[in-house]
């Protein structure tokens, strides 16, 4: 069998069971939510309106957007009642997830159960009235059995939602079928990407079947129904969640970026954590915001991130000092203003630079970002997904006066891809990217220093900053990866060609770190 | 001889527009134990309204009603309600329940005893003349007859005093009309019951009830037997309404003695 198949099935224990766990918990946090709101809609019209109009309109946040928003909300929140309950909320991670997807769910079940309650005879009401029935025996007895069937089929399209939506939540740190999908999608893993899919779409039509059974069983009044539904819902939800009884102590919780180089990184910071006898697990495809605040609030433990990075998004510098001199003052600026320790530099730089194809290039007459900049206006220009909104882009603009004819955004493997087709001229690309050699592309010179020097540096929460363990399973990748190393592997899983995981790339790193390179290290 | 009355609606008055125009105005009934009265009026003249101000399914604004002297406002309205028979145009079976669970809803509601309600539900259906293998079925399996047959069970299921009915007969056809309001009025006496009952047929009225409340613009015009307001020419308007059943009788025995000559 394709190794890839048995990577994926090795991890569906647990994927599924985060999956279910999250999708779960939020699709009954929403039930019990939107069904009392509902009750609320319909004995009060007056509220009706707002209700389902609030509901309505965080259905129009895109799913992403809603879980990144939740990020920072929690941090806020979690800044606010930190004094109060000697604690801070997790903001990264199940709790935003559930949240968000819960909020997302009510919709679908708080209008269903709106119609299913409004839906019901007004003879019937007047009937049940009369008999001498009060309100709440009224709801219990007539209203909710009436209203059951179209208020299933509201949590049924919740059911389904939750659970697509779900696969979102790997973007915040939470693992799920969607782990598959993101590195599937970074590392050309096409397998895993489909695996992941047909794995979130497999459970939704389970439940949405099952849910089904129990919605036949309203409709009908067969009780049978309604017991076999529910029963299989149990049973399966169980069985999904065993593998977290009794699963691995917590760990380490390494995080990653979403591109290829983060996900081996992170996988070799666990391979030599697991070395030491520790546990770890990753929290991967984050983005370069959250990562660091995650890691300074601790939610994270340790990862990689690069030192040009830093100095523009985090410290909000523009100049651009030598890099030792830049190392230094971060790693006094981190630790004085988050209690982040810079452990060491990895001994690489993943830079952001401009690359064409070199014969592109040629035909143009460019070599430098100078002269690059003459042929803007009649050139494409293709970026990864976070380039133009960051600081690196507005300075890179300002030095040289960049202005270009298109300005593309992409996710990096389709970005390459894109470069290759001749969709765009000119891409932001990764000085540590195999690709960079492996398709012949030129980097061009940046003779204004516009851009920053992007050593790949380990930092560590401040939680774990005094942890003996950590410290010695990292020493050795100090100064240990050469940027050649580091292209070789990142090509043996973004070539499109015989690609292999992560984790394997990552013990081809742990078999051939290096004598200690000479670049700078933070003191 | 006279007692005093078993239900008393005492100046009653309500407005739903609050208080431009009154749906009832000032009414005052007053019905002995063991009576039938029949309330008529064309449409909108409030007696529907005056109907449910008896079991609180609406609130008077002003006035009072008091059942065997005691104001049913003092009554929680469920409370009251699981007293008082109640039967109405729209039927309103619950049908997510069987007809044996649909007719013993306010039994249990009062907490009787499980035996206790199947042996009633069984003893009403009989009552109502409905096999005992309907018990069983669910309401969207029988016919409109037999479903007002239900509802009426329901209403006596609990063994109210008191039975109100608002156009009960309503939307069934003419022949079962009259099959089930004869056989009501013969459990009415069967059973001693008080019952009230808002149509706007006046023929029905004249037929099954000892006494007629005839209501106009919100107000009782007139109340007496119905063979004093047949005969009655104190109201124009009341007399022209009384005088429907004897014209719509007379021109149907013209229409008979025409037939019969055209035969002949």
Same mark, same amino acid.
């Given at each position: 069998?394709?190794?890839?198949?048995?990577?994926?099935?090795?991890?569906?224990?647990?994927?599924?069971?985060?999956?279910?766990?999250?999708?779960?918990?939020?699709?009954?946090?929403?039930?019990?939510?939107?069904?009392? +709101?509902?009750?609320?809609?319909?004995?009060?019209?007056?509220?009706?309106?707002?209700?389902?109009?609030?509901?309505?309109?965080?259905?129009?946040?895109?799913?992403?957007?809603? +879980?990144?928003?939740?990020?920072?909300?929690?941090?806020?929140?979690?800044?606010?009642?930190?004094?109060?309950?000697?604690?801070?909320?997790?903001?990264?991670?199940?709790?935003?997830?559930?949240?968000?997807?819960?909020?997302?769910?009510?919709?679908?079940?708080?209008?269903?159960?709106?119609?299913?309650?409004?839906?019901?005879?007004?003879?019937?009401?007047?009937?049940?009235?009369?008999? #001498?029935?009060?309100?709440?025996?009224?709801?219990?007895?007539?209203?909710? @059995?009436?209203?059951? @069937?179209?208020? $299933?089929?509201?949590?049924?399209?919740?059911?389904?939602?939750?659970?697509?939506?779900?696969?979102?939540?790997?973007?915040?740190?939470?693992?799920?079928?969607?782990?598959?999908?993101?590195? #599937?999608?970074?590392? *050309?893993?096409?397998?895993?990407? +489909?695996?992941?899919?047909?794995?979130?779409?497999?459970?939704?039509?389970?439940?949405?079947?099952?849910?089904?059974?129990?919605?036949?069983?309203?409709?009908?009044?067969?009780?049978?129904?309604?017991?076999?539904?529910?029963?299989?819902?149990?049973?399966?939800?169980?069985?999904?969640?065993?593998?977290?009884?009794?699963?691995?102590?917590?760990?380490?919780?390494?995080?990653?970026?979403?591109?290829?180089?983060?996900?081996?990184?992170?996988?070799?910071?666990?391979?030599?954590?697991?070395?030491?006898?520790?546990?770890?697990?990753?929290?991967?495809?984050? #983005?370069?915001?959250?990562?660091?605040?995650?890691?300074?609030?601790?939610?994270?433990?340790?990862?990689?991130? &690069?030192?040009?990075?830093?100095?523009?998004?985090?410290?909000?510098?523009?100049?651009?000092?030598?890099?030792?001199?830049?190392?230094?003052?971060?790693?006094?600026?981190?630790?004085?203003?988050?209690?982040?320790?810079?452990?060491?530099?990895?001994?690489?730089?993943?830079?952001?630079?401009?690359?064409?194809?070199? *014969?592109?290039?040629?035909?143009?007459?460019?070599?430098?970002?100078?002269?690059?900049?003459?042929?803007?206006?009649?050139?494409?220009?293709?970026?990864?997904?976070?380039?133009?909104?960051?600081?690196?882009?507005?300075?890179?603009?300002?030095?040289?006066?960049?202005?270009?004819?298109?300005?593309?955004? &992409?996710?990096?493997?389709?970005?390459?891809?894109? +470069?290759?087709?001749?969709?765009?001229?000119?891409?932001?690309?990764?000085?540590?990217?195999?690709?960079?050699?492996?398709?012949?592309?030129?980097?061009?010179?940046?003779?204004?220093?516009?851009?920053?020097?992007?050593?790949?540096?380990?930092?560590?929460? @401040?939680?774990?900053?005094?942890?003996?363990?950590?410290?010695?399973?990292?020493?050795?990748?100090?100064?240990?990866?050469?940027?050649?190393?580091?292209?070789?592997?990142?090509? $043996?899983?973004?070539?499109?060609?015989?690609?292999?995981?992560?984790?394997?790339?990552?013990?081809?790193?742990?078999?051939?770190?290096? @004598?200690?390179?000479?670049?700078?290290?933070?003191? | 001889?006279?007692?005093?009355?078993?239900?008393?609606?005492?100046?009653?008055?309500?407005?739903?527009?609050?208080?431009?125009?009154?749906?009832?105005?000032?009414?005052?009934?007053?019905?002995?134990?063991?009576?039938?009265?029949?309330?008529?009026?064309?449409?909108?003249?409030?007696?529907?309204?005056?109907?449910?101000?008896?079991?609180?399914?609406?609130?008077?604004?002003?006035?009072?009603?008091?059942?065997?002297?005691?104001?049913?406002?003092?009554?929680?309205?469920?409370?009251?309600?699981?007293?008082?028979?109640?039967?109405?145009?729209?039927?309103?079976?619950?049908?997510?329940?069987?007809?044996?669970?649909?007719?013993?809803?306010?039994?249990?509601?009062?907490?009787?005893?499980?035996?206790?309600?199947?042996?009633?539900?069984?003893?009403?259906?009989?009552?109502?003349?409905?096999?005992?293998?309907?018990?069983? =079925?669910?309401?969207?399996?029988?016919?409109?007859?037999?479903?007002?047959?239900?509802?009426?069970? =329901?209403?006596?299921?609990?063994?109210?005093?008191?039975?109100?009915?608002?156009?009960?007969?309503?939307?069934?056809?003419?022949?079962?009309?009259?099959?089930?309001?004869?056989?009501?009025?013969?459990?009415?006496?069967?059973?001693?019951?008080?019952?009230?009952?808002?149509?706007?047929?006046?023929?029905?009225?004249?037929?099954?009830?000892?006494?007629?409340?005839?209501?106009?613009?919100?107000?009782?015009?007139?109340?007496?037997?119905?063979?004093?307001?047949?005969?009655?020419?104190?109201?124009?308007?009341?007399?022209?309404?009384?005088?429907?059943?004897? =014209?719509?009788?007379?021109?149907?025995?013209?229409?008979?003695?025409?037939?019969?000559?055209?035969?002949?």
């Amino acid at each position: 069998m394709d190794e890839r198949i048995t990577d994926a099935v090795r991890v569906l224990p647990y994927y599924l069971s985060q999956h279910v766990l999250l999708s779960a918990c939020a699709l009954v946090l929403a039930v019990v939510l939107g069904l009392p +709101l509902a009750v609320l809609a319909v004995r009060h019209p007056r509220l009706r309106w707002p209700l389902l109009t609030a509901a309505a309109l965080i259905q129009t946040i895109p799913g992403l957007a809603l +879980l990144a928003l939740f990020y920072p909300l929690l941090l806020g929140l979690s800044a606010l009642v930190a004094p109060l309950v000697g604690g801070s909320l997790p903001a990264l991670g199940f709790l935003p997830s559930v949240l968000a997807l819960t909020l997302y769910a009510v919709l679908p079940i708080l209008r269903n159960a709106v119609a299913g309650l409004s839906g019901v005879n007004a003879d019937v009401i007047e009937a049940a009235n009369a008999v #001498g029935m009060t309100r709440r025996q009224r709801l219990l007895r007539i209203e909710a @059995p009436l209203a059951a @069937p179209v208020a $299933m089929a509201g949590i049924r399209t919740a059911a389904v939602w939750t659970i697509g939506g779900a696969t979102l939540s790997t973007v915040v740190g939470q693992t799920s079928l969607g782990n598959y999908i993101f590195s #599937g999608l970074q590392t *050309e893993n096409w397998i895993f990407v +489909l695996f992941g899919c047909a794995a979130a779409a497999a459970l939704a039509l389970v439940t949405d079947q099952l849910l089904g059974l129990i919605e036949v069983g309203a409709t009908r009044r067969n009780g049978w129904r309604i017991l076999a539904g529910l029963a299989g819902l149990a049973v399966g939800t169980a069985a999904a969640l065993m593998p977290l009884l009794g699963g691995p102590a917590r760990g380490y919780v390494i995080g990653a970026k979403n591109f290829s180089e983060q996900f081996i990184l992170a996988e070799l910071i666990a391979e030599r954590l697991e070395r030491e006898g520790a546990t770890a697990q990753l929290r991967e495809g984050l #983005g370069s915001a959250v990562i660091f605040r995650a890691l300074a609030s601790g939610d994270i433990d340790v990862y990689v991130d &690069y030192s040009g990075t830093l100095w523009t998004n985090v410290m909000g510098r523009h100049d651009v000092p030598p890099r030792e001199a830049m190392l230094r003052d971060l790693s006094r600026w981190l630790a004085e203003h988050y209690h982040v320790e810079v452990l060491g530099a990895l001994g690489f730089e993943n830079a952001y630079v401009l690359a064409m194809r070199r *014969e592109r290039a040629s035909a143009l007459g460019v070599t430098t970002i100078a002269e690059l900049a003459r042929q803007a206006p009649q050139l494409a220009f293709g970026s990864d997904l976070e380039f133009l909104s960051r600081p690196e882009w507005s300075a890179l603009r300002g030095a040289y006066a960049l202005n270009f004819r298109a300005e593309r955004s &992409y996710s990096p493997t389709f970005m390459y891809r894109a +470069l290759a087709a001749g969709d765009v001229d000119v891409i932001s690309a990764f000085s540590s990217d195999g690709r960079i050699a492996a398709q012949d592309l030129l980097v061009l010179d940046d003779p204004r220093h516009a851009i920053p020097a992007y050593d790949a540096l380990i930092l560590i929460s @401040p939680r774990r900053s005094a942890d003996p363990v950590l410290r010695r399973a990292l020493a050795p990748l100090i100064g240990a990866i050469p940027v050649e190393r580091m292209r070789e592997a990142n090509l $043996m899983v973004d070539r499109s060609t015989n690609p292999v995981t992560p984790g394997e790339a990552a013990r081809f790193l742990a078999g051939r770190l290096g @004598p200690k390179a000479a670049g700078p290290q933070p003191p | 001889m006279s007692a005093a009355p078993l239900i008393e609606i005492d100046k009653v008055s309500k407005s739903f527009d609050g208080g431009r125009s009154f749906a009832v105005r000032e009414a005052s009934v007053a019905v002995r134990a063991g009576a039938f009265v029949a309330m008529v009026g064309a449409s909108g003249s409030g007696k529907t309204t005056t109907l449910k101000t008896i079991n609180r399914l609406i609130e008077p604004d002003s006035g009072e009603i008091r059942i065997e002297g005691m104001p049913v406002a003092e009554i929680e309205g469920p409370v009251l309600r699981r007293r008082i028979g109640y039967v109405f145009q729209g039927i309103g079976l619950f049908p997510h329940l069987r007809i044996g669970e649909n007719i013993g809803i306010t039994p249990q509601l009062l907490g009787w005893p499980t035996a206790a309600i199947a042996e009633r539900t069984r003893e009403v259906l009989a009552l109502v003349g409905l096999p005992e293998a309907y018990l069983a =079925r669910f309401p969207d399996a029988l016919s409109g007859g037999e479903r007002q047959r239900v509802a009426v069970a =329901r209403a006596l299921a609990a063994r109210p005093r008191i039975v109100l009915m608002d156009e009960p007969f309503g939307q069934l056809d003419p022949v079962t009309r009259d099959a089930i309001g004869s056989a009501y009025r013969a459990l009415h006496d069967q059973l001693g019951l008080t019952t009230i009952m808002v149509t706007h047929d006046v023929q029905e009225a004249v037929l099954l009830a000892d006494q007629i409340v005839v209501m106009a613009a919100g107000r009782v015009a007139a109340h007496d037997t119905p063979r004093a307001l047949m005969a009655s020419r104190a109201d124009p308007d009341v007399s022209a309404l009384m005088a429907m059943p004897r =014209r719509q009788a007379e021109r149907v025995r013209a229409v008979l003695s025409d037939a019969g000559n055209g035969d002949g």
